[in-house]
C-alpha cells in the first residue's frame, strides 16, 4: 500500500502563490493515476486535478484551470500542485490521492490511498 503526504499548505492573501507536495512512499507512482482533491468546511470533496502517472494527460476543474499546475517529479516519488492567484474560494484541505493504473477518474471513490491532507487558507 502506497502512504502519501502532503506538505506545503499555509495562510496566503489572494492572489498569491502555493506550492503543495505529496510524497509517496511504499510503491512507486509511475504505474498510478494521482489526483488533488480539496474539501471545504460544510462541503463535500470535490477533484481539482487528476492526472495519469505514465501518460501524462491532466484534467483539471473548471474552477482551477489556468491557475493551478500539476507536476511530477519521477525520482523524487512525488507530485506537486502549483496554485497561482489563489482566491478566498479556494480555501479548503486538500488531499493528494492515489490510484493503480493508467485511467484517470474525477471521482475521489476511484482513489485507494489518501494522504492525511493540508490546509490552504485564502484572505481576501
Known amino acids: 500500500q502506497v502512504q502519501l503526504v502532503e506538505s506545503g499548505g499555509g495562510l496566503v492573501q489572494a492572489g498569491g502563490s502555493l506550492r503543495l507536495s505529496c510524497a509517496a512512499s511504499g510503491r512507486s507512482l509511475s504505474t498510478n493515476a494521482m489526483g488533488w482533491f480539496r474539501q471545504a468546511p460544510g462541503k463535500e470533496r470535490e477533484f481539482v486535478v487528476v492526472?495519469?502517472?505514465?501518460?501524462?494527460?491532466?484534467y483539471y476543474a473548471d474552477s482551477v484551470k489556468g491557475r493551478f499546475t500539476i507536476s511530477r517529479d519521477n525520482a523524487a516519488n512525488t507530485v506537486y500542485l502549483q496554485m497561482n492567484n489563489l482566491k478566498p474560494e479556494d480555501t479548503a484541505v486538500y488531499y493528494c490521492?492515489?490510484?493503480?493504473?493508467?485511467?484517470?477518474?474525477?471521482?475521489?471513490?476511484?482513489?485507494?490511498?489518501w494522504g492525511q491532507g493540508t490546509q490552504v487558507t485564502v484572505s481576501s
Open positions: 490521492a492515489a490510484r493503480r493504473g493508467a485511467a484517470i477518474y474525477r471521482g475521489s471513490n476511484f482513489y485507494d490511498a
Open positions: 492526472m495519469s502517472w505514465s501518460v501524462g494527460s491532466t
